[in-house]
Protein backbone atom coordinates (compact mmCIF):
# COMPACT_ATOMS: atom_id res chain seq x y z
CA UNK A 1 0.00 0.00 0.00
CA UNK A 2 2.92 2.37 0.89
CA UNK A 3 4.72 1.73 -2.54
CA UNK A 4 1.66 2.14 -4.26
CA UNK A 5 0.63 5.66 -2.76
CA UNK A 6 4.60 7.01 -3.58
CA UNK A 7 3.94 6.19 -6.90
CA UNK A 8 0.44 7.85 -6.77
CA UNK A 9 1.84 10.75 -5.64
CA UNK A 10 5.11 10.77 -7.83
CA UNK A 11 2.75 10.45 -10.62
CA UNK A 12 0.62 13.36 -9.51
CA UNK A 13 3.11 15.49 -9.03
CA UNK A 14 4.53 14.58 -12.70
CA UNK A 15 1.62 15.33 -13.94
CA UNK A 16 1.22 18.59 -11.88
CA UNK A 17 4.90 20.02 -13.05
CA UNK A 18 4.03 18.92 -16.93
CA UNK A 19 0.29 20.75 -16.31
CA UNK A 20 2.52 23.77 -16.23
CA UNK A 21 4.05 23.06 -19.55
CA UNK A 22 1.95 21.79 -21.71
CA UNK A 23 -0.29 24.67 -22.27
CA UNK A 24 2.29 26.72 -22.86
CA UNK A 25 3.62 24.55 -25.75
CA UNK A 26 2.52 26.73 -28.69
CA UNK A 27 4.38 29.36 -27.22
CA UNK A 28 7.90 27.92 -27.09
CA UNK A 29 6.73 26.29 -31.10
CA UNK A 30 6.52 30.23 -31.66
CA UNK A 31 10.10 31.04 -29.79
CA UNK A 32 11.28 27.81 -31.66
CA UNK A 33 10.50 28.51 -34.91
CA UNK A 34 11.45 32.48 -34.71
CA UNK A 35 15.25 31.13 -33.51
CA UNK A 36 15.17 28.29 -36.43
CA UNK A 37 14.58 31.38 -38.73
CA UNK A 38 16.15 34.28 -37.69
CA UNK A 39 18.87 33.29 -35.87
CA UNK A 40 22.87 33.85 -37.98
CA UNK A 41 23.37 30.65 -38.36
CA UNK A 42 19.23 30.24 -39.14
CA UNK A 43 16.96 29.59 -42.49
CA UNK A 44 16.65 33.84 -43.01
CA UNK A 45 19.19 35.25 -40.94
CA UNK A 46 17.55 38.53 -39.81
CA UNK A 47 19.19 40.84 -37.01
CA UNK A 48 16.33 42.53 -35.83
CA UNK A 49 13.26 40.03 -35.50
CA UNK A 50 15.95 37.76 -33.54
CA UNK A 51 16.16 40.33 -31.30
CA UNK A 52 12.48 38.73 -29.93
CA UNK A 53 14.22 35.23 -29.30
CA UNK A 54 16.23 36.00 -26.21
CA UNK A 55 13.08 37.86 -24.76
CA UNK A 56 10.25 35.18 -25.40
CA UNK A 57 13.32 32.55 -23.50
CA UNK A 58 14.14 34.65 -20.54
CA UNK A 59 10.84 36.58 -20.24
CA UNK A 60 7.66 35.07 -22.05
CA UNK A 61 8.10 31.54 -21.64
CA UNK A 62 8.78 31.89 -17.81
CA UNK A 63 6.04 33.97 -17.04
CA UNK A 64 4.11 31.81 -18.70
CA UNK A 65 4.30 29.11 -17.21
CA UNK A 66 4.75 30.56 -13.70
CA UNK A 67 1.13 32.39 -14.76
CA UNK A 68 -0.40 28.34 -15.66
CA UNK A 69 1.25 27.21 -11.85
CA UNK A 70 -0.53 29.18 -9.71
CA UNK A 71 -3.74 29.50 -11.91
CA UNK A 72 -3.50 25.80 -10.86
CA UNK A 73 -4.02 26.02 -7.29
CA UNK A 74 -6.15 29.07 -7.19
CA UNK A 75 -7.21 29.91 -10.31
CA UNK A 76 -6.93 33.56 -11.86
CA UNK A 77 -5.74 35.58 -8.88
CA UNK A 78 -3.45 32.81 -7.77
CA UNK A 79 -1.95 33.13 -11.91
CA UNK A 80 -1.47 37.29 -11.04
CA UNK A 81 0.57 35.94 -8.03
CA UNK A 82 2.71 33.59 -9.81
CA UNK A 83 3.54 35.57 -12.50
CA UNK A 84 4.52 38.39 -9.74
CA UNK A 85 6.51 35.81 -8.07
CA UNK A 86 8.15 34.36 -11.24
CA UNK A 87 9.34 37.67 -12.53
CA UNK A 88 11.53 37.42 -9.29
CA UNK A 89 13.48 34.42 -10.67
CA UNK A 90 14.01 36.02 -13.94
CA UNK A 91 15.53 39.31 -13.23
CA UNK A 92 17.57 37.25 -10.55
CA UNK A 93 19.35 35.48 -13.14
CA UNK A 94 20.99 35.24 -16.66
CA UNK A 95 19.54 31.62 -17.85
CA UNK A 96 15.98 30.84 -18.85
CA UNK A 97 14.60 30.42 -15.35
CA UNK A 98 11.89 27.44 -16.15
CA UNK A 99 12.70 25.35 -12.97
CA UNK A 100 12.51 28.63 -11.06
CA UNK A 101 8.89 30.14 -12.47
CA UNK A 102 7.85 26.15 -11.61
CA UNK A 103 8.78 27.00 -7.96
CA UNK A 104 7.33 30.31 -7.72
CA UNK A 105 3.87 29.66 -10.22
CA UNK A 106 2.63 27.44 -7.58
CA UNK A 107 3.71 28.84 -4.86
CA UNK A 108 2.71 32.19 -5.18
CA UNK A 109 -0.72 30.10 -5.95
CA UNK A 110 -0.62 28.53 -2.86
CA UNK A 111 0.15 31.60 -0.88
CA UNK A 112 -3.03 33.53 -2.13
CA UNK A 113 -5.11 31.00 -1.80
CA UNK A 114 -4.47 30.34 1.51
CA UNK A 115 -4.82 34.05 2.27
CA UNK A 116 -7.95 34.14 0.68
CA UNK A 117 -9.27 31.20 2.70
CA UNK A 118 -7.82 33.07 6.10
CA UNK A 119 -10.21 35.97 5.30
CA UNK A 120 -12.94 34.81 3.56
CA UNK A 121 -15.69 36.05 5.58
CA UNK A 122 -13.86 38.67 7.56
CA UNK A 123 -13.95 41.53 4.69
CA UNK A 124 -16.84 43.83 5.05
CA UNK A 125 -18.94 45.08 2.38
CA UNK A 126 -17.46 47.44 -0.38
CA UNK A 127 -13.97 47.08 0.42
CA UNK A 128 -13.56 43.11 -1.49
CA UNK A 129 -11.64 45.31 -4.03
CA UNK A 130 -9.44 46.90 -2.27
CA UNK A 131 -8.57 43.99 -0.01
CA UNK A 132 -8.48 41.90 -3.10
CA UNK A 133 -6.24 43.78 -5.52
CA UNK A 134 -3.84 45.15 -2.38
CA UNK A 135 -3.31 41.36 -0.95
CA UNK A 136 -2.11 40.51 -4.70
CA UNK A 137 0.04 43.22 -4.52
CA UNK A 138 1.75 43.21 -1.44
CA UNK A 139 2.03 39.43 -1.44
CA UNK A 140 3.25 39.33 -4.92
CA UNK A 141 5.97 41.55 -3.93
CA UNK A 142 7.04 40.17 -1.41
CA UNK A 143 7.41 36.72 -3.18
CA UNK A 144 8.91 38.25 -5.73
CA UNK A 145 11.83 40.06 -3.79
CA UNK A 146 12.44 35.98 -1.99
CA UNK A 147 12.70 34.89 -5.10
CA UNK A 148 15.26 37.26 -6.24
CA UNK A 149 17.27 36.96 -3.41
CA UNK A 150 17.10 33.55 -2.62
CA UNK A 151 15.15 30.91 -4.75
CA UNK A 152 17.10 32.26 -8.25
CA UNK A 153 20.81 32.00 -7.13
CA UNK A 154 19.38 28.35 -5.76
CA UNK A 155 18.28 27.63 -9.02
CA UNK A 156 20.97 29.21 -11.03
CA UNK A 157 23.48 26.48 -8.96
CA UNK A 158 20.99 23.37 -9.45
CA UNK A 159 20.90 24.07 -13.23
CA UNK A 160 24.76 24.96 -13.34
CA UNK A 161 25.43 21.37 -11.48
CA UNK A 162 23.04 20.06 -14.07
CA UNK A 163 24.24 21.52 -17.14
CA UNK A 164 27.98 19.98 -15.76
CA UNK A 165 26.49 16.72 -15.33
CA UNK A 166 24.92 16.62 -18.82
CA UNK A 167 28.09 17.95 -20.87
CA UNK A 168 30.30 15.15 -18.72
CA UNK A 169 28.47 12.66 -20.08
CA UNK A 170 28.63 13.95 -23.15
CA UNK A 171 32.23 13.98 -23.19
CA UNK A 172 32.37 10.45 -21.50
CA UNK A 173 29.92 8.88 -23.96
CA UNK A 174 27.62 8.19 -21.12
CA UNK A 175 24.67 9.47 -22.23
CA UNK A 176 22.64 6.43 -23.75
CA UNK A 177 22.68 5.22 -19.99
CA UNK A 178 19.91 7.57 -19.42
CA UNK A 179 17.65 5.52 -20.95
CA UNK A 180 18.05 3.44 -18.61
CA UNK A 181 15.88 5.67 -16.49
CA UNK A 182 13.54 7.46 -19.20
CA UNK A 183 12.49 4.41 -21.04
CA UNK A 184 10.83 2.63 -17.78
CA UNK A 185 9.65 6.49 -16.70
CA UNK A 186 7.51 6.74 -19.53
CA UNK A 187 5.81 3.78 -19.25
CA UNK A 188 4.82 5.04 -15.46
CA UNK A 189 3.69 8.09 -17.16
CA UNK A 190 6.27 10.54 -16.12
CA UNK A 191 7.96 10.99 -19.69
CA UNK A 192 6.35 14.78 -19.46
CA UNK A 193 7.86 15.50 -15.93
CA UNK A 194 11.07 14.11 -17.38
CA UNK A 195 10.62 15.82 -20.59
CA UNK A 196 9.13 19.55 -19.72
CA UNK A 197 10.05 19.64 -15.60
CA UNK A 198 13.98 18.42 -16.77
CA UNK A 199 15.40 18.07 -19.97
CA UNK A 200 13.34 21.27 -21.51
CA UNK A 201 14.77 23.56 -19.16
CA UNK A 202 18.61 22.61 -19.35
CA UNK A 203 17.71 22.30 -23.45
CA UNK A 204 16.80 25.86 -23.89
CA UNK A 205 19.86 27.38 -21.77
CA UNK A 206 21.80 24.88 -24.34
CA UNK A 207 19.89 26.15 -27.42
CA UNK A 208 20.77 29.92 -26.49
CA UNK A 209 24.62 29.09 -25.93
CA UNK A 210 25.10 25.98 -29.17
CA UNK A 211 22.24 26.52 -31.44
CA UNK A 212 20.79 23.29 -30.72
CA UNK A 213 20.74 20.16 -27.52
CA UNK A 214 20.47 17.10 -27.58
CA UNK A 215 18.88 16.78 -24.72
CA UNK A 216 15.23 17.33 -26.66
CA UNK A 217 15.86 14.34 -27.96
CA UNK A 218 15.84 12.16 -25.48
CA UNK A 219 12.36 11.64 -23.87
CA UNK A 220 10.54 12.66 -27.29
CA UNK A 221 12.19 10.03 -30.05
CA UNK A 222 9.60 7.89 -31.67
CA UNK A 223 12.30 5.11 -32.12
CA UNK A 224 11.52 2.88 -29.46
CA UNK A 225 8.31 3.07 -29.04
CA UNK A 226 7.50 2.61 -33.53
CA UNK A 227 9.97 -0.75 -32.97
CA UNK A 228 8.02 -2.28 -30.48
CA UNK A 229 4.43 -1.58 -32.13
CA UNK A 230 6.26 -3.39 -35.51
CA UNK A 231 7.34 -6.34 -33.74
CA UNK A 232 3.25 -6.46 -32.65
CA UNK A 233 2.24 -6.14 -36.72
CA UNK A 234 4.60 -9.43 -37.53
CA UNK A 235 4.79 -11.52 -34.17
CA UNK A 236 1.80 -10.54 -31.80
CA UNK A 237 -1.38 -12.56 -31.64
CA UNK A 238 -4.89 -11.77 -31.52
CA UNK A 239 -6.38 -8.12 -31.14
CA UNK A 240 -2.70 -6.78 -30.08
CA UNK A 241 -1.28 -7.58 -33.65
CA UNK A 242 -4.62 -6.81 -35.31
CA UNK A 243 -3.77 -3.02 -33.54
CA UNK A 244 -0.56 -2.51 -33.84
CA UNK A 245 -0.50 -0.88 -36.86
CA UNK A 246 -3.15 1.61 -36.49
CA UNK A 247 -0.86 2.39 -33.05
CA UNK A 248 2.09 2.73 -34.54
CA UNK A 249 0.50 5.50 -37.23
CA UNK A 250 -1.00 7.06 -33.75
CA UNK A 251 2.35 7.19 -32.42
CA UNK A 252 5.22 7.95 -35.10
CA UNK A 253 3.03 10.50 -37.34
CA UNK A 254 0.74 11.97 -34.13
CA UNK A 255 3.36 12.01 -31.64
CA UNK A 256 1.31 9.97 -28.78
CA UNK A 257 3.61 8.30 -27.33
CA UNK A 258 1.20 7.08 -24.97
CA UNK A 259 -0.41 4.68 -27.09
CA UNK A 260 2.27 1.82 -26.83
CA UNK A 261 2.33 1.44 -23.37
CA UNK A 262 -0.38 -1.01 -23.26
CA UNK A 263 1.71 -3.57 -25.73
CA UNK A 264 5.23 -3.23 -23.07
CA UNK A 265 2.44 -4.31 -20.07
CA UNK A 266 1.62 -7.23 -21.94
CA UNK A 267 4.91 -8.17 -22.29
CA UNK A 268 7.15 -6.96 -19.42
CA UNK A 269 10.40 -7.59 -21.16
CA UNK A 270 9.51 -5.39 -23.91
CA UNK A 271 10.71 -2.81 -22.03
CA UNK A 272 14.39 -4.25 -22.69
CA UNK A 273 13.48 -3.37 -26.14
CA UNK A 274 12.59 -0.08 -25.32
CA UNK A 275 15.61 0.78 -22.91
CA UNK A 276 18.15 -0.51 -25.35
CA UNK A 277 16.58 0.89 -28.96
CA UNK A 278 16.35 4.34 -26.63
CA UNK A 279 20.36 3.89 -25.81
CA UNK A 280 20.81 3.08 -29.30
CA UNK A 281 19.20 6.32 -30.73
CA UNK A 282 20.93 8.28 -28.34
CA UNK A 283 24.25 6.84 -29.05
CA UNK A 284 23.98 7.65 -32.79
CA UNK A 285 22.80 11.32 -31.72
CA UNK A 286 25.91 11.86 -29.76
CA UNK A 287 28.09 10.06 -32.22
CA UNK A 288 26.21 12.35 -35.41
CA UNK A 289 25.87 15.45 -33.62
CA UNK A 290 22.29 15.22 -33.41
CA UNK A 291 20.20 17.32 -31.89
CA UNK A 292 16.86 20.21 -31.78
CA UNK A 293 17.05 24.13 -31.60
CA UNK A 294 13.21 24.29 -30.26
CA UNK A 295 10.85 21.58 -28.01
CA UNK A 296 9.33 18.87 -30.00
CA UNK A 297 6.24 18.29 -28.60
CA UNK A 298 4.23 15.79 -29.01
CA UNK A 299 6.67 13.39 -30.06
CA UNK A 300 5.77 12.76 -33.75
CA UNK A 301 8.50 12.63 -36.59
CA UNK A 302 7.11 15.42 -37.95
CA UNK A 303 7.58 18.01 -34.70
CA UNK A 304 11.50 16.65 -34.78
CA UNK A 305 11.91 17.78 -38.30
CA UNK A 306 10.36 20.56 -38.02
CA UNK A 307 12.67 21.44 -34.74
CA UNK A 308 15.85 20.35 -36.69
CA UNK A 309 18.14 22.90 -37.15
CA UNK A 310 18.29 23.82 -41.15
CA UNK A 311 20.98 22.31 -41.90
CA UNK A 312 22.17 18.21 -44.01
CA UNK A 313 23.80 17.08 -40.99
CA UNK A 314 21.65 17.82 -38.21
CA UNK A 315 18.52 16.22 -40.73
CA UNK A 316 20.83 13.06 -41.30
CA UNK A 317 22.04 12.69 -37.36
CA UNK A 318 18.74 12.85 -36.40
CA UNK A 319 16.53 10.97 -38.66
CA UNK A 320 19.23 8.61 -38.12
CA UNK A 321 18.86 8.29 -34.49
CA UNK A 322 15.23 7.62 -34.95
CA UNK A 323 15.75 4.42 -37.16
CA UNK A 324 18.48 2.94 -35.47
CA UNK A 325 16.25 2.92 -32.62
CA UNK A 326 13.29 1.65 -34.45
CA UNK A 327 15.46 -1.18 -35.40
CA UNK A 328 16.88 -1.98 -32.33
CA UNK A 329 13.88 -1.96 -30.71
CA UNK A 330 11.94 -4.19 -33.04
CA UNK A 331 14.84 -6.60 -33.22
CA UNK A 332 14.77 -7.21 -29.44
CA UNK A 333 10.97 -7.07 -29.24
CA UNK A 334 10.29 -9.79 -31.92
CA UNK A 335 12.68 -12.14 -30.30
CA UNK A 336 11.16 -11.00 -27.04
CA UNK A 337 7.53 -11.90 -28.75
CA UNK A 338 8.76 -15.01 -30.60
CA UNK A 339 9.97 -16.71 -27.56
CA UNK A 340 7.67 -15.60 -24.73
CA UNK A 341 4.34 -17.85 -23.89
CA UNK A 342 2.53 -15.12 -21.96
CA UNK A 343 -1.05 -14.49 -23.22
CA UNK A 344 -2.00 -11.19 -24.26
CA UNK A 345 -4.70 -9.66 -23.86
CA UNK A 346 -4.68 -5.89 -24.74
CA UNK A 347 -7.81 -4.66 -22.50
CA UNK A 348 -6.58 -5.88 -19.11
CA UNK A 349 -3.66 -4.28 -20.20
CA UNK A 350 -5.47 -0.75 -21.56
CA UNK A 351 -7.16 -1.03 -18.02
CA UNK A 352 -3.93 -1.44 -16.17
CA UNK A 353 -2.22 1.77 -18.33
CA UNK A 354 -5.02 3.67 -16.80
CA UNK A 355 -4.97 2.04 -13.19
CA UNK A 356 -1.18 3.21 -13.72
CA UNK A 357 -1.64 6.92 -15.14
CA UNK A 358 -3.82 7.69 -12.29
CA UNK A 359 -7.26 9.52 -14.46
CA UNK A 360 -8.46 8.74 -17.94
CA UNK A 361 -6.34 7.82 -21.06
CA UNK A 362 -6.75 9.80 -23.95
CA UNK A 363 -5.95 6.81 -26.09
CA UNK A 364 -7.29 3.61 -24.25
CA UNK A 365 -10.21 3.86 -26.29
CA UNK A 366 -8.45 2.52 -29.19
CA UNK A 367 -8.09 -0.68 -27.78
CA UNK A 368 -11.69 -1.57 -27.14
CA UNK A 369 -13.16 -4.26 -29.04
CA UNK A 370 -15.10 -3.47 -32.18
CA UNK A 371 -18.88 -4.21 -32.45
CA UNK A 372 -21.41 -5.07 -34.75
CA UNK A 373 -24.88 -3.52 -35.94
CA UNK A 374 -27.12 -2.18 -33.10
CA UNK A 375 -29.42 -4.94 -32.60
CA UNK A 376 -32.74 -4.82 -34.61
CA UNK A 377 -35.81 -5.15 -32.20
CA UNK A 378 -34.48 -3.42 -29.51
CA UNK A 379 -36.84 -4.09 -26.22
CA UNK A 380 -34.50 -3.59 -23.40
CA UNK A 381 -31.87 -1.21 -22.61
CA UNK A 382 -29.79 -1.87 -19.76
CA UNK A 383 -27.74 1.19 -17.68
CA UNK A 384 -24.43 -1.56 -15.48
CA UNK A 385 -22.06 0.19 -12.78
CA UNK A 386 -20.59 -1.23 -9.96
CA UNK A 387 -23.07 -0.71 -7.25
CA UNK A 388 -26.31 -0.06 -9.66
CA UNK A 389 -27.06 2.96 -7.71
CA UNK A 390 -25.24 6.29 -8.41
CA UNK A 391 -23.87 6.37 -11.95
CA UNK A 392 -26.22 4.13 -13.67
CA UNK A 393 -29.70 4.87 -12.66
CA UNK A 394 -28.49 8.54 -13.86
CA UNK A 395 -27.51 7.59 -17.03
CA UNK A 396 -30.71 5.56 -17.22
CA UNK A 397 -32.77 8.32 -16.22
CA UNK A 398 -31.65 10.73 -18.65
CA UNK A 399 -32.00 8.27 -21.51
CA UNK A 400 -35.32 7.44 -21.09
CA UNK A 401 -36.09 10.90 -21.28
CA UNK A 402 -34.68 10.97 -24.49
CA UNK A 403 -36.75 7.56 -25.41
CA UNK A 404 -40.01 9.54 -24.44
CA UNK A 405 -39.27 12.40 -26.33
CA UNK A 406 -38.61 10.35 -29.65
CA UNK A 407 -41.76 8.70 -28.50
CA UNK A 408 -39.92 4.90 -28.48
CA UNK A 409 -41.26 2.60 -26.44
CA UNK A 410 -38.19 0.56 -24.93
CA UNK A 411 -37.19 -0.24 -21.74
CA UNK A 412 -34.37 1.38 -20.04
CA UNK A 413 -33.57 0.29 -16.59
CA UNK A 414 -30.68 0.31 -14.56
CA UNK A 415 -28.30 -2.36 -12.24
CA UNK A 416 -25.21 -3.61 -10.74
CA UNK A 417 -22.84 -5.44 -13.36
CA UNK A 418 -23.05 -8.56 -11.49
CA UNK A 419 -27.07 -8.50 -12.13
CA UNK A 420 -27.03 -7.79 -15.77
CA UNK A 421 -29.86 -9.92 -17.05
CA UNK A 422 -28.92 -11.97 -20.19
CA UNK A 423 -31.79 -10.74 -22.27
CA UNK A 424 -30.16 -7.26 -22.24
CA UNK A 425 -29.92 -6.33 -25.67
CA UNK A 426 -27.83 -3.18 -25.64
CA UNK A 427 -25.73 -2.79 -22.43
CA UNK A 428 -24.56 0.89 -21.12
CA UNK A 429 -21.19 1.47 -18.95
CA UNK A 430 -18.55 3.76 -18.18
CA UNK A 431 -15.62 2.96 -20.17
CA UNK A 432 -13.72 1.19 -17.70
CA UNK A 433 -16.44 -1.00 -16.56
CA UNK A 434 -17.27 -2.38 -19.98
CA UNK A 435 -15.08 -4.92 -20.21
CA UNK A 436 -16.48 -6.83 -17.19
CA UNK A 437 -19.84 -6.05 -18.61
CA UNK A 438 -19.04 -7.41 -21.82
CA UNK A 439 -17.87 -10.73 -19.86
CA UNK A 440 -21.04 -10.79 -17.97
CA UNK A 441 -23.36 -10.19 -21.43
CA UNK A 442 -20.94 -11.65 -24.45
CA UNK A 443 -24.00 -11.62 -26.76
CA UNK A 444 -25.22 -7.78 -25.80
CA UNK A 445 -24.31 -4.93 -28.32
CA UNK A 446 -22.02 -2.81 -25.35
CA UNK A 447 -21.89 0.96 -25.94
CA UNK A 448 -18.88 2.88 -23.33
CA UNK A 449 -19.10 6.47 -22.56
CA UNK A 450 -16.99 8.73 -20.35
CA UNK A 451 -19.94 10.97 -19.58
CA UNK A 452 -23.04 10.05 -18.19
CA UNK A 453 -24.67 13.36 -17.73
CA UNK A 454 -23.94 14.74 -21.54
CA UNK A 455 -22.72 11.50 -23.73
CA UNK A 456 -23.03 12.06 -27.42
CA UNK A 457 -24.09 8.48 -27.58
CA UNK A 458 -27.26 9.13 -26.39
CA UNK A 459 -28.28 10.86 -29.11
CA UNK A 460 -26.32 8.73 -31.42
CA UNK A 461 -28.15 5.50 -30.44
CA UNK A 462 -31.66 7.42 -30.53
CA UNK A 463 -31.43 8.00 -34.27
CA UNK A 464 -30.09 4.51 -35.34
CA UNK A 465 -33.24 3.14 -32.40
CA UNK A 466 -35.75 5.07 -34.59
CA UNK A 467 -35.07 3.64 -37.61
CA UNK A 468 -35.89 0.31 -36.15
CA UNK A 469 -37.82 -0.93 -33.09
CA UNK A 470 -40.50 -3.64 -32.15
CA UNK A 471 -41.78 -2.96 -28.10
CA UNK A 472 -42.80 -5.11 -25.39
CA UNK A 473 -45.29 -2.31 -23.49
CA UNK A 474 -46.34 -4.78 -21.15
CA UNK A 475 -42.70 -4.47 -19.52
CA UNK A 476 -42.63 -0.68 -19.90
CA UNK A 477 -45.77 -0.54 -18.13
CA UNK A 478 -45.10 -2.49 -15.27
CA UNK A 479 -41.57 -0.48 -15.16
CA UNK A 480 -43.28 2.48 -14.70
CA UNK A 481 -46.01 1.04 -12.56
CA UNK A 482 -43.09 0.00 -10.38
CA UNK A 483 -40.91 3.36 -10.07
CA UNK A 484 -44.50 4.95 -9.96
CA UNK A 485 -44.76 2.80 -6.31
CA UNK A 486 -41.96 3.71 -5.18
CA UNK A 487 -41.89 5.23 -1.07
CA UNK A 488 -42.44 8.93 -0.96
CA UNK A 489 -38.91 10.73 -0.93
CA UNK A 490 -39.66 13.99 -0.98
CA UNK A 491 -37.74 13.98 2.16
CA UNK A 492 -34.33 12.79 1.10
CA UNK A 493 -33.05 15.88 0.26
CA UNK A 494 -32.44 17.99 3.20
CA UNK A 495 -31.65 21.61 3.98
CA UNK A 496 -29.13 20.53 6.77
CA UNK A 497 -27.29 18.04 4.06
CA UNK A 498 -26.67 21.13 1.71
CA UNK A 499 -23.25 22.46 2.13
CA UNK A 500 -21.92 25.41 0.47
CA UNK A 501 -18.86 27.00 -0.39
CA UNK A 502 -16.56 23.81 0.16
CA UNK A 503 -13.04 23.62 -0.42
CA UNK A 504 -11.05 20.32 -0.36
CA UNK A 505 -7.68 19.60 -0.95
CA UNK A 506 -8.22 16.29 -2.80
CA UNK A 507 -11.20 13.84 -4.17
CA UNK A 508 -10.79 11.45 -1.20
CA UNK A 509 -11.39 14.42 1.63
CA UNK A 510 -14.54 15.22 -0.20
CA UNK A 511 -15.76 11.39 -0.21
CA UNK A 512 -15.18 11.44 3.43
CA UNK A 513 -16.60 14.42 3.89
CA UNK A 514 -19.82 13.97 2.25
CA UNK A 515 -20.05 10.11 3.72
CA UNK A 516 -19.27 11.51 7.43
CA UNK A 517 -22.69 13.56 6.64
CA UNK A 518 -24.30 10.23 5.62
CA UNK A 519 -23.09 8.82 8.62
CA UNK A 520 -24.01 11.43 11.32
CA UNK A 521 -27.46 11.92 9.29
CA UNK A 522 -27.97 8.50 10.01
CA UNK A 523 -28.51 7.17 6.57
CA UNK A 524 -25.55 4.27 6.68
CA UNK A 525 -23.29 3.00 8.80
CA UNK A 526 -19.68 4.04 9.08
CA UNK A 527 -17.93 1.68 7.40
CA UNK A 528 -20.15 2.82 4.15
CA UNK A 529 -17.35 5.39 3.79
CA UNK A 530 -14.53 3.29 3.46
CA UNK A 531 -16.80 1.71 0.65
CA UNK A 532 -17.24 4.84 -0.81
CA UNK A 533 -13.66 5.31 -1.16
CA UNK A 534 -13.05 1.96 -2.52
CA UNK A 535 -15.73 2.49 -5.18
CA UNK A 536 -14.24 5.54 -6.27
CA UNK A 537 -10.86 4.01 -6.73
CA UNK A 538 -12.45 1.12 -8.69
CA UNK A 539 -14.08 3.51 -11.23
CA UNK A 540 -14.64 7.39 -10.82
CA UNK A 541 -17.16 8.45 -9.86
CA UNK A 542 -17.21 11.56 -12.06
CA UNK A 543 -19.87 12.22 -14.08
CA UNK A 544 -19.43 14.73 -16.64
CA UNK A 545 -20.75 18.38 -16.66
CA UNK A 546 -18.39 19.00 -13.22
CA UNK A 547 -20.25 16.53 -11.53
CA UNK A 548 -19.36 13.62 -9.00
CA UNK A 549 -21.62 11.34 -7.39
CA UNK A 550 -19.94 9.23 -4.79
CA UNK A 551 -21.53 6.06 -3.69
CA UNK A 552 -20.69 2.81 -1.80
CA UNK A 553 -19.98 -0.44 -3.30
CA UNK A 554 -22.46 -3.06 -4.45
CA UNK A 555 -21.32 -4.84 -1.34
CA UNK A 556 -21.63 -1.90 0.66
CA UNK A 557 -25.34 -1.93 0.32
CA UNK A 558 -25.69 -3.69 3.27
CA UNK A 559 -24.72 -1.12 5.03
CA UNK A 560 -27.38 1.41 4.19
CA UNK A 561 -29.80 2.17 6.47
CA UNK A 562 -32.16 4.11 4.62
CA UNK A 563 -31.93 5.94 1.29
CA UNK A 564 -30.47 9.67 1.75
CA UNK A 565 -28.35 12.38 -0.30
CA UNK A 566 -26.27 15.21 0.63
CA UNK A 567 -25.11 18.47 -1.58
CA UNK A 568 -21.51 19.73 -1.53
CA UNK A 569 -20.91 23.13 -3.69
CA UNK A 570 -16.99 23.27 -4.35
CA UNK A 571 -17.03 26.86 -6.46
CA UNK A 572 -13.19 26.10 -6.69
CA UNK A 573 -13.22 22.76 -7.38
CA UNK A 574 -11.85 19.77 -6.59
CA UNK A 575 -9.49 17.34 -8.87
CA UNK A 576 -11.24 13.61 -9.85
CA UNK A 577 -8.24 12.00 -11.72
CA UNK A 578 -7.92 15.01 -13.83
CA UNK A 579 -11.40 16.19 -13.79
CA UNK A 580 -12.40 19.24 -12.43
CA UNK A 581 -15.62 18.72 -9.81
CA UNK A 582 -17.46 21.42 -8.87
CA UNK A 583 -21.14 19.51 -7.22
CA UNK A 584 -21.19 16.75 -5.15
CA UNK A 585 -24.00 14.26 -4.65
CA UNK A 586 -22.82 11.95 -1.92
CA UNK A 587 -25.35 8.97 -2.35
CA UNK A 588 -27.04 5.82 -0.12
CA UNK A 589 -29.51 4.24 -1.77
CA UNK A 590 -31.67 1.47 -0.46
CA UNK A 591 -34.77 -0.18 -2.00
CA UNK A 592 -34.70 1.85 -5.04
CA UNK A 593 -36.26 4.71 -2.87
CA UNK A 594 -33.54 6.93 -3.90
CA UNK A 595 -34.20 6.59 -7.83
CA UNK A 596 -36.51 9.59 -8.51
CA UNK A 597 -34.42 12.39 -6.35
CA UNK A 598 -31.58 10.94 -8.17
CA UNK A 599 -33.63 10.86 -12.26
CA UNK A 600 -34.23 14.42 -11.57
CA UNK A 601 -30.68 15.05 -10.61
CA UNK A 602 -29.39 13.41 -13.35
CA UNK A 603 -31.73 15.67 -15.73
CA UNK A 604 -30.91 18.96 -13.65
CA UNK A 605 -27.37 18.00 -14.24
CA UNK A 606 -27.05 17.57 -17.64
CA UNK A 607 -27.75 21.27 -18.29
CA UNK A 608 -24.55 23.33 -17.90
CA UNK A 609 -26.81 26.59 -17.46
CA UNK A 610 -28.07 24.73 -14.44
CA UNK A 611 -24.81 24.01 -12.92
CA UNK A 612 -23.97 26.96 -13.15
CA UNK A 613 -26.54 28.04 -11.15
CA UNK A 614 -26.04 25.76 -8.46
CA UNK A 615 -22.63 26.42 -8.40
CA UNK A 616 -22.87 30.23 -7.77
CA UNK A 617 -26.57 29.23 -5.42
CA UNK A 618 -25.84 31.75 -2.28
CA UNK A 619 -28.05 29.10 0.17
CA UNK A 620 -29.27 25.76 0.48
CA UNK A 621 -32.78 27.23 -0.39
CA UNK A 622 -31.86 28.08 -3.60
CA UNK A 623 -29.97 25.28 -4.76
CA UNK A 624 -32.42 23.14 -3.96
CA UNK A 625 -34.93 24.97 -5.68
CA UNK A 626 -33.05 24.66 -8.93
CA UNK A 627 -32.89 20.72 -8.40
CA UNK A 628 -36.66 20.60 -7.53
CA UNK A 629 -38.05 22.45 -10.67
CA UNK A 630 -36.44 19.13 -12.68
Not at 156 to 180: E, K
Not at 391 to 418: C, E, F, Y
Request: proline content about 4%.
Amino acid sequence: MAQSNIKVAVQKFGNFLSSMVMPNIGAFIAWGLITALFIPTGFFPNESLAKLVDPMVKYLLPLLIGYTGGKLVHDQRGGVVGAIATMGVIVGSDIPMFLGAMIMGPLGGYIIKKFDQFIEGKVKTGFEMLINNFSAGILGGILAILAFLGVSPAVDGFTGALVVGVDWMVAHGLLPLTSILIEPAKILFLNNAINHGILSPIGAEQIRTNGQSILLLLETNPGPGLGILLAYCFFGKGTAKQSAPGAAIIHFIGGIHEIYFPYVLMRPLLIIAAILGGMSGVFTFVLLGGGLQAVASPGSILAILAATPGNAGSYVANISGVLVAAIVSFIVGSLILKTGKQTEDLDEAARKMQEMKGKKSSVAGSFTKQQGEVPASVQKIVFACDAGMGSSAMGASLLRKKVKQADLNISVTNTAISNIPSDAQIVITQEELTPRAQNKVPDAYHISVDNFLSSPEYDKLIDQLKNDHTTSKAEEEKRVSAENNTDSNDGLLKEENVFLNQHFSSKEEAIRFAGSVLVKGGYVEENYVEAMIERDNMTSTYMGNDVAIPHGTEEAKKNVLRSGFTVIQVPEGVDFDGEKVRLIFGIAGKDGTHLEILSGIAITCSDMDNIEKMVHAKSAKELMAIIQRN
